[in-house]
């Protein structure tokens, strides 16, 4: 049975049980509204019996019996002696032992008392003591009282029955209007099994509607604050997943490149040792310098790797570094490979102590210095300023345009050639940039305007 109701509907349960609580209420009401009739009627009979013995109680002292008795009554006298009682006059039913028994306990005081006579039915008996030695007995027949009693039980039944299904009927009413926004909030559930989640980081439905209680409202909104945060994952997971696609499918494509290059001289090498040995010098060259430039792009990959799962390895190795100092040799390493970029440098207050990987920080200033020379026509100056927490790298190129500066960061993105560059990079020197910053706590920032490019490197969480 009670697997059965769990598996009803809670509108459904919740009425069962109304109805069950207002059957037992009605239950109770009834049965104290009959009893407490019975016992008024049975108070009014005794009352009338009262009254009769007491106009009676004359004529049983003077003449020992009973002369008017009202229709369907029983009046007897009984002479109560050492324990018995003996019929002395009266109207006898056939049962009278029932009557002399309470006779017998009439001696002590009046004794009211309900019998069942046999062949005569129910009666209401009242004795009293009249003088010593004789007991007047009454029995009034109960029949209209019960008549009363079960007309008064129909009805209640009556009534009982139709407020019950009224109950029942008004309440499922209500239940189903109150548990409607539940059932909506279901129907939005079902509606979002519909979708398909695999390749989209939207869910389109929400819980909406109103009404239903401060209750409700509350769990629509939970509801609905549960959906947003599975949206935001969603969001989270599906741009993930297209970076890591889009990753992929350029580091495939940029190791390519130089995995192509370095077959093409290796076969131009074999060519080369069987019929022109003078070549096979270049083409070794060649192949090393292919060689490099994948392990260079493997190297940048393997680091953003590392970075991306820093929590389970810390790929920086911090201590005290000098900024300056740092800035100074990479501003020196620019210039011997860069001369054609005339650079100048403001290297700030000295010493400027910080707490990093001098290696990977020196990398960062590397990669911006190299960024300035890549992308811009010879002869443009660069300047590399340090301050208390960071350094400025800039230059004073075209610029970059408003579409490409949301993405400069991005692992392999290039901007078009709408700003000059000497010769193709990896796409991965700015995303490591920013990688390497946000691993030591920091921030890049970009600001490009027609004549000056600046990427300032704010390092105040280090």
Same mark, same amino acid.
């Given at each position: 049975?009670?697997?059965?109701?769990r598996?009803?509907?809670?509108?459904?349960?919740?009425?069962l049980g109304?109805?069950?609580l207002?059957?037992?209420?009605f239950?109770a009401? %009834? =049965?104290?509204m009959a009893?407490?009739?019975?016992?008024?009627?049975?108070?009014?009979?005794d009352e009338?019996?009262? =009254?009769t013995?007491?106009?009676e109680?004359?004529t049983?002292?003077?003449y020992?019996?009973v002369?008017?008795?009202?229709? *369907?009554?029983?009046?007897?006298v009984?002479?109560?002696q050492d324990?018995?009682a003996?019929?002395?006059?009266?109207?006898?039913?056939k049962?009278?032992?029932d009557?002399?028994?309470i006779a017998?306990?009439?001696r002590g *005081?009046?004794?009211y008392?309900?019998v069942?006579?046999?062949d005569?039915g129910t009666?209401?008996?009242r004795?009293?003591?009249?003088?010593?030695?004789?007991?007047?007995?009454s029995?009034?027949?109960t029949?209209?009282?019960?008549?009363i009693?079960?007309?008064?039980v129909?009805?209640?039944v009556?009534?009982?029955?139709?407020?019950?299904?009224?109950?029942?009927?008004?309440g499922?009413?209500?239940?189903?209007?109150g548990?409607?926004?539940?059932?909506?909030?279901?129907?939005?559930?079902h509606n979002i099994?519909t979708?398909d989640?695999?390749?989209?980081?939207?869910?389109?439905v929400?819980?909406?509607?109103?009404?239903?209680?401060?209750?409700?409202?509350?769990?629509?909104t939970?509801?609905?604050?549960?959906l947003?945060h599975i949206?935001?994952?969603?969001?989270a997971?599906?741009?993930?997943e297209?970076?890591?696609?889009?990753?992929?499918a350029d580091?495939?494509?940029?190791?390519? =490149?130089?995995l192509?290059?370095l077959? %093409?001289?290796?076969?131009l090498?074999?060519?080369?040792?069987a019929?022109?040995?003078?070549?096979r010098e270049?083409?070794?060259?060649?192949?090393r310098?292919?060689a490099?430039r994948?392990?260079?792009l @493997?190297?940048?990959?393997l680091?953003?790797a590392?970075?991306d799962?820093a929590?389970?390895?810390?790929p920086?190795?911090k201590?005290?570094?000098?900024?300056?100092?740092?800035?100074s040799?990479?501003?020196?390493a620019?210039a011997?490979?860069?001369?054609d970029?005339?650079?100048?440098?403001d290297?700030?207050?000295?010493?400027?102590?910080?707490?990093?990987d001098?290696m990977? @920080?020196?990398?960062v200033l590397?990669?911006?210095?190299?960024?300035?020379?890549?992308?811009t026509p010879s002869? =443009?100056?660069?300047s590399?300023?340090?301050?208390r927490?960071?350094?400025?790298?800039?230059?004073?190129?075209?610029?970059?345009?408003d579409?490409d500066?949301?993405r400069?960061?991005?692992r392999?993105?290039?901007?078009?050639?709408?700003?000059?560059?000497?010769?193709?990079?990896?796409?991965?020197?700015l995303?490591?940039v920013?990688?390497l910053?946000a691993?030591?706590g920091?921030?890049v920032?970009?600001s490009?305007?027609?004549?000056?490019?600046?990427f300032?490197?704010?390092?105040d969480g280090?």
């Amino acid at each position: 049975m009670r697997v059965r109701l769990r598996g009803l509907r809670l509108g459904t349960r919740l009425v069962l049980g109304l109805g069950v609580l207002a059957l037992v209420v009605f239950a109770a009401v %009834g =049965t104290v509204m009959a009893t407490s009739m019975r016992s008024y009627l049975d108070g009014k009979l005794d009352e009338q019996m009262r =009254t009769t013995q007491i106009a009676e109680t004359e004529t049983v002292k003077t003449y020992g019996n009973v002369k008017k008795v009202p229709q *369907g009554w029983y009046s007897i006298v009984f002479a109560v002696q050492d324990g018995t009682a003996e019929l002395k006059s009266g109207d006898r039913p056939k049962d009278v032992e029932d009557l002399g028994r309470i006779a017998l306990e009439a001696r002590g *005081g009046d004794v009211y008392r309900t019998v069942h006579l046999y062949d005569e039915g129910t009666y209401r008996v009242r004795a009293c003591a009249v003088v010593d030695g004789l007991v007047l007995v009454s029995a009034a027949p109960t029949g209209d009282r019960d008549s009363i009693l079960r007309q008064l039980v129909g009805l209640e039944v009556v009534v009982f029955v139709a407020a019950l299904i009224a109950f029942v009927l008004v309440g499922r009413g209500v239940l189903r209007r109150g548990l409607r926004p539940l059932s909506d909030m279901a129907d939005t559930a079902h509606n979002i099994t519909t979708h398909d989640l695999t390749d989209t980081g939207r869910l389109p439905v929400r819980a909406s509607g109103q009404g239903g209680g401060v209750e409700v409202e509350e769990l629509r909104t939970a509801f609905n604050t549960m959906l947003d945060h599975i949206d935001s994952s969603l969001a989270a997971r599906t741009a993930a997943e297209q970076r890591l696609r889009r990753f992929v499918a350029d580091a495939s494509h940029e190791l390519r =490149t130089p995995l192509t290059s370095l077959r %093409g001289y290796a076969d131009l090498f074999r060519y080369a040792a069987a019929n022109e040995p003078e070549e096979r010098e270049a083409h070794l060259e060649r192949m090393r310098a292919e060689a490099a430039r994948m392990s260079v792009l @493997l190297d940048d990959l393997l680091l953003l790797a590392r970075l991306d799962s820093a929590e389970a390895e810390t790929p920086l190795r911090k201590q005290d570094v000098d900024l300056g100092e740092l800035a100074s040799d990479a501003a020196s390493a620019f210039a011997a490979a860069h001369p054609d970029h005339p650079l100048t440098t403001d290297l700030g207050p000295s010493p400027v102590r910080l707490r990093a990987d001098p290696m990977r @920080l020196r990398q960062v200033l590397d990669n911006l210095l190299t960024n300035a020379a890549v992308h811009t026509p010879s002869g =443009t100056a660069v300047s590399l300023t340090v301050f208390r927490t960071g350094v400025v790298v800039a230059d004073a190129g075209p610029g970059i345009p408003d579409a490409d500066r949301a993405r400069v960061f991005d692992r392999f993105y290039r901007v078009d050639d709408s700003r000059a560059r000497k010769r193709g990079g990896s796409g991965l020197g700015l995303a490591v940039v920013d990688s390497l910053v946000a691993a030591h706590g920091g921030v890049v920032e970009l600001s490009s305007e027609p004549g000056r490019t600046a990427f300032t490197v704010r390092l105040d969480g280090v």
